[in-house]
């Protein structure tokens, strides 16, 4: 069954944190690396997507824990798989690769879920496209306002690189996530419609989420919530929402703003509370879990999940509070003649 109609019937959950889960292993240079990239010349560890290539099982199990949790849509752990990213590691090259790998980690824990539980409901890959570690509306120079370390078709030509991998690999979706940068994500946009116009194939459904950075309720670049939205919604997603930067106590006023807006579907997944001063995240399971099913009861979302911090047990206590609630309503809106 589509994504579409599952969300008709019901809350969808998505996954939670991929670092989070990754550090519990602790892992050492020589486990990124492993035996293809053993003699690389440049330290790759901290290179987590690196891992669907090289620890392939680390990943696909921490897919299937998330599954085992109650997830509906889990995420490829491609958060920084384009060539712009892997810069930092000389490793632009595998950018495809590494989206191909991702997926597939995917989709292989999604079938051997599927194993053991026969019965179990759909469940989704959705394609992690992340907001690039470079920005087009904003100078890193503070004595250069004008300039930019990167041009729209150079993130638009990454980009679409990224979506050739991911639609190969088997993704159901598109998820452009934690934007900060609204431009960088009309680049993502417009290399996901150009590569689907492009090659004749069917449009996957697109999933877009921004970033509230503090209080001020704007995204990085400056946008409020609603200009966020309008300057997305061109791209006729499937959901559009917010995840990271914010606990759910702190995101709530937004989430309610977006729904009222939204002509689409709505996501949140917020963080495990705010860091603490060693930068670790102290909210439990229950805590995060009673944050959105109050969203839920309010009629404000219609997938949920979680960000930094959160771990299978948030995620379990999150699709089980929000199980037998009535998903958000899409707005009727009035037609301009």
Known sequence: MSIRKELEKRILVIDGAMGTMIQRHKLEEADYRGDRFKDWPSDVKGNNDLLCITQPRIII??????????????????????????????????????NVAAAKCARQAIDEFKVAHPDTLNKYVAGSIGPLNKTLSLSPDVNNPGYRALTFDEAATAYKEQVSGL????????????????????????????????????????????????????????????????????????????????????????IEELSEIAACYTSAYPNAGLPNAMGEYDEQPHQTAHFIEEWAKEGFVNIVGGCCGTTPDHIKHIADNVRNITPRKLPELEVSL
Do not use: W
């Not at 798989?81 to 930092?88: E, F, N, Q, R, V």
């Open 61 to 98: 199990d921490i897919h299937k824990k998330y599954l085992e949790a109650g997830a509906d849509i889990i995420e490829t752990n491609t958060f920084s798989s384009t060539t712009i990213a892997m810069a930092d590691y000389d490793m632009q090259s595998l950018a495809y690769e590494l």
């Open 167 to 254: 639609v190969d690999g088997g993704v159901d979706v598109i998820l452009i996530e934690t934007i900060f940068d609204t431009l960088n994500a009309k680049a993502a946009i417009y290399a996901v419609k150009n590569y689907f116009r492009e090659t004749g194939k069917e449009e996957l459904p697109i999933m877009i989420s921004g970033t509230i950075t503090d209080a001020s309720g704007r995204t990085l670049s400056g946008q409020t919530l609603e200009a966020f939205y309008v300057s997305i919604a061109h791209a006729r997603p499937l959901s559009v929402g917010l995840n990271c930067a914010l606990g759910a106590q702190d995101m709530r006023s937004h």
